[in-house]
């Protein structure tokens, strides 16, 4: 039955998103029932592409992308792919209208990655819009569930968070992204004479991003406050402990939230959000 296998295709893309985040994990968790799976979704089908870019190296991976795209635009068009996972992203797309503008751009910056390149501000700013903001408003059109006002009143608050998100993901992973696979998002910047002043200029714009974004989660629907809210009180946990590391250090350590603390934000958010006290 095709019912059995859409219902198969959603457990596929969310068993991938709690394999591969279990940060993400727990914020789809807070919200509501009948929005989880499309988000589970969602990030299933960014996850291939991240994959495909970040780990399957010694592969053909700008023929596997491109596989990728056309195996998308062919599951849109047919409603149907026997990839499990754009099986699920192709139902959410057509049943929340998701512009194929976002998708088209979401895997112009995940093409990008498979170049070792320094990034100008306008090469920085593609590919932050593509790799993150994009993904930022796909979601919103779930949280929307169609309606076209209250997406277009936050479409730019959910670009700025996602935006935050991203480069904090950015700074966390300078080590791994610099050393490792030679990639230099931040624009005039070298990572060989990375210094204070360097670091708290990248900051204050992430700084700038989080405020945005905090008004867009306030107006957001009920049933999307509280997770969006979790995601975001632990960014900004994420970034209190890297504003913290000394800039000579930035290069040596991977930052990360510990589980008993992310428990803590959990807790937190959840009472926060009931209290109508988000800030």
Known sequence: MKSLFDKV?????????????????????FLGKEIRNPIY??????????????SFHGYQQEKMLQELRLA???????????????????????QYNI????????????????????????????????SAEVVGLMCLKVFCNGNQEIYDHLKWSAMKLGSAFQKINFLRDIKADYEGLGRVYFPNTDFTHFNRSE???????????????????RSLPRESRMGVYLAYVYYKMLFR????????????????????????????????????LIR
């Not at 068009?77 to 992203?89: C, D, G, K, T, Y």
């Open 9 to 29: 295709s959603v457990e596929c893309s969310k068993n991938i998103t709690q394999r591969y985040s279990t940060s993400f994990s727990l914020g789809i968790k």
């Open 41 to 54: 979704s969602i990030y299933g089908f960014v996850r291939l592409a991240d994959e495909i870019v970040d």
């Open 99 to 130: 512009d194929t503008e976002l998708i088209e751009a979401f895997l112009e910056s995940m093409a990008m990655d498979l170049q070792k390149q320094q990034y100008t501000k306008s090469l920085y700013e593609k590919y932050i819009y593509g």
């Open 199 to 217: 670091k708290q200029r990248i900051e204050e714009d992430i700084a700038i991003d989080f405020k945005e974004g905090l008004k867009g989660i």
């Open 72 to 94: 998308t635009y062919h599951a849109l068009a047919e409603r149907i792919s026997l990839n499990p996972v754009l099986n699920s992203f192709q139902q959410v797309v057509h």
């Open 241 to 276: 402990k890297i504003q913290a590391v000394p800039v000579d250090q930035i290069m040596q350590v991977r930052i990360r939230v510990p589980d008993s603390q992310k428990m803590y934000l959990m807790v937190y958010s959840y009472f926060m959000g009931k209290l109508n």
